[in-house]
Nanobody, 128 residues
Framework: QVQLVESGGGSVQAGGSLRLSCSASGGGTTTRLCMGWFRQTPGKEYEGVAG???????MYADSVKDRFIITRDNTNNTLYLQMNSLKPEDSAMYYCAARGRCWYTSSTLLSRSIYDDWGQGTQVTVSS
């Protein structure tokens, strides 16, 4: 089991930026995991935001493409989500997810079903 801890959420005005972090530990080998960011607003469905595979190929939801960037530091198993040009509709609880090695290169990386471990979430609030 991989333990995931998110941080970096907060409140920001529309047009601003935030960077979320997700620290992964435990579960044996934690390098080169497939990882992703998901978000959920109460009463609404989960949405896959961004994912990255073992080869560091990334995938984004259309709603955040060209605004958000997913990266990782493979030396310390930390995942990041740089969020730019934030909009009120980006307000949500953001969750980090992980699984073992995978080589998906499409929207599969944004599917909840492929991930095994989840963090506790970090709240992002964007005001107009």
């Amino acid at each position: 089991q991989v333990q995931l801890v998110e941080s970096g959420g907060g409140s920001v005005q529309a047009g601003g930026s935030l960077r979320l972090s997700c620290s992964a530990s435990g579960g044996g080998t934690t390098t080169r995991l497939c990882m992703g960011w998901f978000r959920q607003t109460p009463g609404k469905e989960y949405e896959g935001v961004a994912g990255i595979n073992t080869a560091d190929t990334s995938m984004y939801a259309d709603s955040v493409k060209d605004r958000f960037i997913i990266t990782r530091d493979n030396t310390n198993n930390t995942l990041y989500l740089q969020m730019n040009s934030l909009k009120p509709e980006d307000s949500a609880m953001y969750y980090c997810a992980a699984r073992g090695r995978c080589w998906y290169t499409s929207s599969t990386l944004l599917s909840r079903s492929i991930y095994d471990d989840w963090g506790q979430g970090t709240q992002v609030t964007v005001s107009s």
